[in-house]
């Protein structure tokens, strides 16, 4: 049966015990325990729920959604590593899995030694490793370090060991859970482009976890939204990306985050930022999904402004790498009305930023004191895209940069008088 | 490229009846050397002394005891020399004691391995028993040099000192199994059985011989399984005198029984390690 689909969940579901765990797994999911205050006796916690999916051979599917969705539990299921409570998963050819990359990679060991290791946990056989090491070597760049242990890498050099085991797994089906976090964006690329070729050549299919929409949107066929432990999404990478960010509610990815609960340690006085909301170009509906080159705008909903008379406002852009990309400051702003609540629009007539994922970061001064009396740090999550743009061009300009600067560029010959630009 | 038509795997939710992954282990085999292999190797990495620990602690162990119990407290030795006599006991209470610490200890400190990626359970706590395997070799063949100094030749019955040294490693593999899984929700169990292995030992008859002990103190010892078996051994290799009748029959039942009930119990327990460690 050649048509018969690689991987087939019929109406999976899983529940954690909540009064039972460990700490690791309260960790995962914490709001949901801290909310009840300590976990009391067995509380069931369900991770998964009803989840039904077909994924048919060569297909790159990507799974997206909020964290403590259900994405890593739905791999873990999976890959085996743990159990599920209800459903049935149909797998045909064997699983491999790039869960996390480097689990049983041991510092004292030798790069060739953990390679072995590595790949014997990860399913291959010892002769089959031995006959792709020099090719796994050569992926990851450490020819070199090879009889060195792998304690006196560096980090990028660990990882990229890591990856290059797992990518060469001759697994039919690749389970992958957010590795392209890792690495050099030059280093990220050559994964893309690898799990690409399995997918394409190798005939492979993969199911691919991740939080950045970069890889989602550029390499994945078809993208699966899990929320609270459903699929409330199955279709085009375009319209999942939309639909989860676009989505209804106060979640992330939904545009609008309420900030009271959030506060720094500033003294509670003065004013308080208490909302954040983003607009795409129509100005009306919250969204967290950007487009780049497009309108948008950041209300920020302040109260508490007749306290301090002036106030100015400040929004800064990070990439989710941490870097700083730009920083905006509002002029000295007074309010209108009585209330002392107050909306503070900063409209972008054509966001300058390149696909990605950005987080905003918020602060409030007093004008008078020029003493900072509020901040929120990661307020918000952007997520930039380019839907003009051809994934390659999308995915070249990822790589290099965060802004997109508006520049004409022209052609003279060298010693003909300098004129116009003639195209 | 065309790949060949794959095997179907099906994914339900665990059966109440336990299903002990033995193919899954034999299949894994591969890992199960590699992890051994691990093991033995960062035991002795960056050591000046390397292997010579494995036969220093033996050594080291033999000579206290043969001072404590053969010179001072002047137990009998059954007329072997004390130090060879206690060198032997050690030998294959190690198989027990590092067997049971580092089976209990294999879950646990491979937690990555458990909750990330998928590798046969059982494959952990086995490569665990290789590893010791390995060291045991090693003892062994100190053992054997001990004894030709002094001068032992050992009778046909040394052939069956594999025999129980193979009793003692299921008898250790199968508590080891028990305590590993339960050591994945309570990690007391890691402190308990290091003090457990201590009074064990003095339990049993590594530093004196069992004809040493009391009468009084006679069913009480003929609990301790170990009793037989370790008793056996000194009997194969040293030509000692066999141990009765009935330790031997509880040691060599109890050691057949202990890792079925171990690969039994760490079963029932298997599908939930991921979540819990």
Redesign the interface.
Known sequence: MADAPVIRAVGVGKS?RTG???S??REAFGTRVSRSGRPTARTAFEALRDVSFEVPSGQILGVIGPNGAGKSTLL????????????????????G?L??VG??F?P??TGR?NV??NG????M??REITRKLDEIVAFAEVEEFLDTPVKRYSTGMAVRLAFAVAAHLDA?ILLVDEVLAVGDARFQERCVTKLESLAA???RTVLFVSHNMAPIRRMCDRVLVLVDGSLTFDGSPAEAVRAYFGGPGDREGSGRWDLLERRNPYPPHGIVLERLVITGPDHTLPTAALEAGAPAALDIHLSGFDQVGRGIVGVRFSTDAGLSVATMVSRSLRTAGRSGREVVRMALPSLPLAPGRYSIDLSVMSAETGQPVDGVTAAGTVEVWSAGMGRDAWAALHGDGAVVIDVEWSTRPIDAPASTGDG | ???PA?????????SRVPQPGLVELWRAR??V???AL?DI??RY??TAFGIGWVVLGPLLGAAVFAVVFGGVADLSSEGVPYFVFTLAGITAWNVVASTVLRTTQSLVQ?A????????PRLALPVSAMVATVVDLAVSCGLLAVVCAIEGIAPGPEVLLAPVWLLLLLGLAGGIGLVLAAAMV?YRDIGAVVVLGVQLVLFASPVAYSAAAVPARFDLLYSVNPLVGLLEGFRWSVLGTPAPSAGRLAAGIATALVAPVLGVLWFAQRE??F????
Not at chain 1, 76 to 95: F, H
């Open positions: 954690y039972l765990t460990a690791g797994l873990k299921i999976l890959t085996r590593v743990t159990r599920l409570d209800r459903g049935e998963v149909e797998l045909r050819g064997s699983v899995s869960l996390e689990t049983g041991h004292e060991l030694e072995y290791l014997g946990v990860l399913g056989r010892r039919d050549d190798g005939g | 490229m065309t790949r794959p095997g179907v795997v099906r994914l339900r939710p665990p591969d890992v050397l590699m992890l691990r190797k960062l990495r960056q491979n990555a391995m458990v909750s990330r990626v998928y590798v929700r599908p939930d991921a979540d819990l460690i």
